[in-house]
Structure formats: C-alpha cells, structure tokens
C-alpha cells in the first residue's frame, strides 16, 4: 500500500481486535500507523505489509526502526541492532508524568503500553517482548540518562557494522 493511501486513512479507525490494538500503539509510539477502517486489510496482511516496508527500509542501510516487531523481523540480520529501552514500570511512569501527564494516567499509559506491545508479539510473532535473545543492547532508560542511552546505542551501532563488515585493512586483525 501506498503512503498516500496509508495516510488517507490515518484518522479512520475501526473496531476490530487489529485496529484497537495498532490504535492503543499509536497513543504510544508514534512510529506507528494507525489502522486501516476497512476489512479488506487481515491482520497478516498488515503485518505483511509492514514487514515488506521494513525491509526495503532496511535495504537502504540507513534509518532507524522504532516498534512494528522489527527486532523478531530482523534478528538474523547482521547489520540491524536490535534495542530495547526498558526500565521498572513506576519509573517509566514518572517519566511519562514529567511530560506533562498526571500520575495515575501516566501509570495506566505504560501498563496499557506494556500490555499491547506484549500482544502484538505474541500475537504476530509467537515470542515474549521481554526475551533477551532478541536483543543485542537492553538499557534500563530509566537510570542512564538519554544522551548517555544515545551514545550507548550509537557505539553498539558501530561495533555491530565493523563486525558485520569484517576487519578494516587500517585496523589491526
């Protein structure tokens, strides 16, 4: 499907199992489109189409991938690192509250955020969104401050590629 189309239906959603759980990632991953209204879109077709616009994203060598299951869809890929950015749901919490939500509804956005997330693996995947062996880096984002998670990712970034291109000829073997 086209952007164009994909966007036309941005604002339409249905109430289909999909959509309500696609919808409630979109409340928290922007990364995320929001459902097609129409029946004509299975959920393995959507998650098809989603995997096929991954890859050709991933073709490109260039980009980062936030959610769409792309860790289970590229984990044999010896380029993509694969991150999770996690830590204890109250202090996930609280740093949701610090971007200007309330308490309680930042508490009830990152349960209802853990709880999609969770399903949408198991439920086009087969796996646990918590497997470490899914990961290469898992950073507890709660504890190591933003700038020092980016550096962290960018650094495992570089090793994976050296390691994915083999020994440089300026580099000692």
């Given at each position: 499907?086209?952007?164009?189309?994909?966007a036309?239906?941005?604002?339409?959603?249905?109430?289909?199992?999909?959509?309500?759980?696609?919808?409630?990632?979109?409340?928290?991953?922007?990364?995320?489109?929001?459902?097609?209204?129409?029946?004509?879109?299975?959920?393995?077709?959507?998650?098809?189409?989603?995997?096929?616009?991954?890859?050709?994203?991933?073709?490109?060598?260039?980009?980062?991938?936030?959610?769409?299951?792309?860790?289970?869809?590229?984990?044999?890929?010896?380029?993509?690192?694969?991150?999770?950015?996690?830590?204890?749901?109250d202090?996930?919490?609280?740093?949701?509250?610090?971007?200007?939500?309330?308490?309680?509804?930042?508490?009830?956005?990152?349960a209802?955020?853990?709880?999609?997330?969770?399903?949408?693996?198991?439920?086009?995947?087969?796996?646990?969104?918590?497997?470490?062996?899914?990961?290469?880096?898992?950073?507890?984002?709660?504890?190591?401050?933003?700038?020092?998670?980016?550096?962290?990712?960018?650094?495992?970034?570089?090793?994976?590629?050296?390691?994915?291109?083999?020994?440089?000829?300026?580099?000692?073997?």
């Amino acid at each position: 499907m086209s952007y164009d189309d994909a966007a036309a239906h941005d604002e339409k959603v249905g109430a289909g199992w999909l959509e309500r759980v696609l919808t409630a990632f979109a409340v928290g991953d922007t990364g995320v489109p929001t459902p097609l209204p129409d029946d004509t879109l299975s959920a393995d077709d959507f998650r098809r189409a989603t995997e096929e616009v991954l890859r050709r994203q991933v073709a490109t060598g260039e980009g980062v991938i936030v959610g769409r299951g792309a860790v289970v869809l590229l984990r044999e890929h010896p380029a993509a690192l694969r991150v999770r950015l996690d830590g204890p749901a109250d202090r996930r919490a609280r740093q949701a509250a610090a971007q200007n939500l309330d308490s309680d509804a930042a508490h009830r956005a990152c349960a209802q955020f853990d709880r999609t997330h969770e399903a949408y693996f198991r439920q086009f995947y087969g796996v646990q969104i918590q497997d470490p062996a899914l990961y290469h880096v898992v950073l507890d984002s709660t504890a190591i401050d933003s700038d020092a998670c980016v550096e962290i990712i960018a650094r495992a970034a570089d090793c994976l590629a050296l390691a994915a291109t083999g020994p440089s000829a300026s580099g000692p073997a």
